[in-house]
């Protein structure tokens, strides 16, 4: 299973762009790159799924270079409610149930 | 449009008990997903179930029993109770394709307690 890496925490402010990179050197052929987000006291919520290149939804964007090695996260315009726990998931067809949630980045807005 | 839901949503236990956790999922998912998450950290998967009638373990499966007799049902048990199981459970379910890890729906949580 591929090791991601986050940081842990970023502090943002209202109105910016908030970019959160995700490290996956292990990342296999037939491993999709998926983010999640967690608000207090609720589960996990889908965002964003991509496997190569670029994938935009009315959410945010993910960016994921040619060796797949890496991917980043991208929140436009970030608001007080963007506040919460952003998770980078990489699995796959094989073993792909046995997903593995790291720490997540905690994401703070400020006003 | 219910989604993922688990009850109860909140249970405090003694150590030594036993208690069921319930998953109903309404979206016709073949795969189903118990974690728990402990404070400042991230989910850890239990067990899951790929479709009715069968599971398998996950990352930390010990102490806890499943079983998925109906396909919208993912029941979690605790057989005796213990401390370190003092957690926030989720539940999740999610489709099966032909290709990569398909999004995972999760229910709120169960809060347990144990004393």
């Known amino acids: 299973l591929a090791k991601t890496t986050q940081p842990i925490s970023m502090d943002s402010y209202e109105g910016q762009e908030v970019n959160i990179t995700c490290s996956h050197n292990n990342i296999a052929t037939n491993d999709y790159i998926t983010w999640y987000q967690q608000f207090p006291s609720q589960g996990p919520r889908f965002i964003i799924q991509?496997?190569?290149t670029k994938v935009t939804n009315e959410v945010a964007s993910l960016f994921i270079p040619a060796d797949r090695k890496s991917s980043t996260l991208s929140l436009p315009r970030v608001s007080l409610s963007d506040t919460a726990v952003y998770y980078c998931?990489?699995?796959?067809?094989?073993?792909?149930?046995?997903?593995?949630f790291g720490a997540g980045t905690r994401l703070f807005v400020k006003a | 449009n219910a989604g993922v839901t688990q009850t109860p949503k909140f249970r405090v236990l003694k150590t030594g008990q036993s208690m069921t956790l319930l998953c109903a999922q309404d979206m016709n998912h073949e795969y189903m997903y118990w974690y728990r998450q402990d404070p400042g950290m991230g989910l850890r998967l239990i067990h899951y179930s790929v479709g009715e009638g069968t599971t398998a373990k996950g990352e930390v499966p010990d102490g806890y029993n499943v079983s998925r007799l109906k396909k919208q049902n993912f029941l979690l048990g605790l057989e005796s109770a213990a401390p370190s199981q003092t957690s926030v459970y989720f539940c999740?379910?999610?489709?099966?394709?032909?290709?990569?890890?398909?999004?995972?729906?999760f229910g709120d949580g169960t809060r347990l307690s144990i004393l």
């Open positions: 991509g496997y190569k």
């Open positions: 998931l990489v699995a796959g067809d094989t073993g792909g149930f046995k997903t593995i």
């Open positions: 999740a379910s999610s489709r099966m394709t032909g290709r990569g890890n398909q999004p995972q729906h």
